[in-house]
């Protein structure tokens, strides 16, 4: 019966109503997308870093990452590399040399990150082969091939077949260098990454590094699934107590804020627009009361209980949320299964996104867990702002109401 009343009692100025319902639609419908669209934006990024850039899991000395020394290694890694394969979750293993080094072209140079790796076993630990976009990826070049970015292939003004020579610090502390022939070119969409990092194979780099048989800086471990993470992490962390152990969100802190910190903005932007809309809900509802202030008078007169009044009213707001809150988030699910389809292209920004490390193109994913509490949230703004105009139609004085004209 009360709730049949409030129904009534919405569409007597629809005209009213249906400016609060569309006002809701359209914020539930931004806030939904939004968050969808961050949340592909961030997942790509996240992917992108994981699978490209870091991997899942890195073993180094434990002081390599603050020195970023050659003398800070980890020995026996080819027997690590077997005793780590077997673990549960582990589809990938790949010990890799880390120099910092300068790389120079007959034109110019840079300072560039200098990866000695097995080119077979890096393809299970990473997906940067796929990025070839000239050449190959250690093939077509017999002696001493390196694969290296376009950012540095523009930078060095160098192409595939160009010679470049890499000059570092030997295990020894002597400077010594190499001349390498560029088999591959790479083009990720991260061209910072693009322009500091340069891959040789393991071999061609150890003997010029000098490093002690069965050594290296760093052991890349890929997983089957995030699932495995802490587990394998764990485990590794036992086998290997005087070794340092990093997952990916330690590795490269930029990731893990993403994954973990952005979830608190983005409800953060959902709460902004629940408060302008609970505002527009509480305006809206006073207004109806003061043009039934009579009606609600002789209610009371007629012995209508005031708990009966105030639910009435309450029904109101929270009809006009669900309603709205409820086709807000059904049209934003709707164009984010589209958009997650068709993909949101920004090509006319490549520049700016790949300086970010970020793809030109987004695909929005739905994230049911924000969605459902968004959903919560809207019912309980409906209820919050209602309670006020309850309330103030709770004070009428019946004979007061029932002399208003």
């Given at each position: ?154 930078k060095l003004n160098v192409h595939v077949r160009s010679k470049i020579v890499l000059t570092f610090q030997d295990d020894e502390g ?202 919560i949230l809207v019912f309980v703004t409906g209820i919050v702002a209602a309670i006020y105009p309850a309330l103030k139609a709770l ?11």
């Amino acid at each position: 019966m009360i709730i049949h009343v409030a129904w009534k009692n919405i569409w007597r100025n629809p005209t009213r109503s249906l400016v609060v319902i569309l006002a809701m639609v359209v914020g539930m419908f931004a806030g939904i997308f939004m968050v969808s669209f961050a949340k592909g934006m961030m997942k790509e990024r996240l992917n992108r870093g994981i699978e490209t850039e870091v991997s899942h899991i890195q073993i180094h000395h434990p002081k390599f990452r603050e020195a970023d020394e050659l003398k800070y290694q980890v020995k026996d890694v080819f027997q690590k590399t077997k005793d780590i394969e077997k673990i549960e979750g582990v589809n990938g293993v790949s010990p890799r040399i880390v120099i910092q080094a300068m790389v120079a072209s007959a034109e110019t140079g840079s300072g560039v990150k200098l990866i000695g790796t097995d080119p077979d076993r890096e393809k299970t630990v990473s997906n940067l082969y796929t990025y070839i976009k000239k050449g190959k990826w250690f093939e077509g070049i017999s002696r001493n091939p390196v694969v290296i970015g376009q950012k540095l292939a523009d930078k060095l003004n160098v192409h595939v077949r160009s010679k470049i020579v890499l000059t570092f610090q030997d295990d020894e502390g002597n400077i010594t260098s190499g001349a390498f022939r560029i088999a591959g070119i790479y083009q990720t969409v991260n061209t910072s990454f693009d322009e500091t990092h340069v891959y040789v194979r393991f071999n061609d780099l150890d003997q010029l590094a000098a490093l002690s048989p069965g050594a290296a800086q760093e052991i890349a471990v890929h997983l089957s699934s995030q699932k495995y993470l802490n587990q394998v992490k764990n485990k590794l962390s036992n086998m290997y107590p005087n070794l340092e152990v990093l997952t990916w969100k330690k590795l490269n802190p930029e990731f893990g804020y993403i994954n973990d910190v952005y979830d608190y903005y983005l409800y953060v932007f959902i709460i902004i627009i629940l408060l302008a809309l609970g505002f527009g809900i509480v305006n809206t509802i006073l207004m109806a009361i003061l043009e039934r202030v009579k009606e609600l008078g002789m209610l009371m007169a007629i012995g209508m209980k005031k708990g009966r009044i105030f639910r009435m009213i309450m029904w109101e707001s929270v009809m006009m949320s669900i309603i709205g809150g409820t086709l807000g988030v059904g049209i934003g699910l709707l164009v984010t299964i589209w958009t997650n389809h068709t993909g949101i292209s920004f090509d006319s920004y490549k520049t700016g996104f790949e300086a970010l490390g970020y793809g030109t193109t987004v695909h929005p994913i739905i994230d049911w867990g924000i969605t459902i509490n968004v959903m919560i949230l809207v019912f309980v703004t409906g209820i919050v702002a209602a309670i006020y105009p309850a309330l103030k139609a709770l004070k009428l004085n019946p004979a007061e109401a029932l002399r208003t004209e």
